[in-house]
């Protein structure tokens, strides 16, 4: 338990301190163009996580109407999210993990595999009853 909350503290202390030396070097490499990154990324940050607000919404809207509820649209919101909060904080490391986090594709669900309802014989209708 001693180790964990010690990983855990090395981690939150070196993620920041790892970010800070890596965006030195790259300032003294490129100039004043890390700056814009760190400015455009933070702006791209900001987009993808409004932008998966009102996806989230329209892709719950949709699977309510069907009658399903997604998990794939929330996870796919969540990561979405953390990779926008990981632009938005600044440095080149954490960029990368987002653009990562964009770049795989996520997990399918066997059941969410086919959106499409077949009219022609998916639904039989008629009535029931029990012979004993």
Known sequence: ML???LLLIA???GFPLLEAVVLVRLSQTLGWWVLAWV???ACAGMALIK???FALVAQLAAGLADGQFSITAL???ARTVLAGLLLIFPGVVSDLIA???LLLPGPRVAGEAVTRRD???AIIEGEFRRSR
């Open 119 to 121: 009219p022609g014989g």
């Open 51 to 53: 932008e998966a607000r």
């Open 75 to 77: 996870t796919h919101s």
């Open 11 to 13: 981690i939150l202390l």
């Open 3 to 5: 180790v964990m909350r």
């Open 99 to 101: 653009i990562t986090l």
């Open 39 to 41: 400015v455009l990324s």
